[in-house]
C-alpha cells in the first residue's frame, strides 16, 4: 500500500505559468509565407524593372583592336533618344587592368536610336583592350 503522507511530488510543469515572458509565439502558416514571398517576388521584380527602364542611355562594346603600343580602337553601340546627345567614356586596359588610355566622346543627335562609333583612344603602354566604361547625358 502506499503511504498517503508520502504521495509522489507533481512533476514541473512543461511550459512557463499564463503571462511570464510575454505571450505564446504566433507561426505564421504555410499560406503566409507563401504570400510573403510572393509579394517579395513582385517588388524584387518590379524594381528590377524599373532600374532598367529608367536610364535611356544604354551602350554595348562590339571590339576592339590594339594599335601597337600607342593606341587602341574600339568600336561600340550606342542607343539613345534620337535627339539627345550623350557623353562616352572609352578607356583602354592594360594586362593588369590598370588604365593606360582614356577618352571622352560626345554622341550627338542622329536619325536612328542605335549609332555605332569607332574610337581611338590613345595609349601610354602596351594595351589589351578596350572598353566603353559609362554613356551618360550630356549636361548643357
Same mark, same amino acid.
Given at each position: 500500500m502506499a503511504d498517503p503522507q508520502h504521495a509522489p511530488a507533481p512533476p514541473p510543469p %512543461? @511550459?512557463?505559468?499564463?503571462?511570464r515572458y510575454g505571450g505564446a509565439r504566433r507561426q505564421l502558416d504555410r499560406r503566409t509565407w507563401v504570400a510573403l514571398i510572393a509579394v517579395a517576388a513582385v517588388l524584387v521584380a518590379a524594381w528590377a524593372a524599373w532600374a532598367a527602364l529608367r536610364d535611356d542611355v544604354q551602350w554595348k562594346d562590339v571590339g576592339f583592336?590594339?594599335?601597337? %603600343? @600607342?593606341?587602341v580602337d574600339v568600336t561600340f553601340d550606342v542607343t539613345k533618344p534620337r535627339e539627345a546627345t550623350v557623353t562616352c567614356t572609352v578607356q583602354a586596359l592594360a594586362e593588369s587592368y590598370a588604365q593606360v588610355g582614356v577618352r571622352t566622346v560626345?554622341?550627338?543627335?542622329?536619325?536612328?536610336a542605335?549609332?555605332?562609333?569607332?574610337v581611338?583612344?590613345?595609349? %601610354?603602354?602596351?594595351a589589351v583592350t578596350g572598353v566603353v566604361e559609362s554613356c551618360s547625358s550630356a549636361q548643357r
Open positions: %512543461t @511550459t512557463p505559468p499564463p503571462g583592336h590594339v594599335d601597337g %603600343t @600607342t593606341a560626345e554622341v550627338g543627335p542622329a536619325d536612328t542605335t549609332q555605332r562609333l569607332r581611338r583612344v590613345a595609349t %601610354t603602354q602596351q
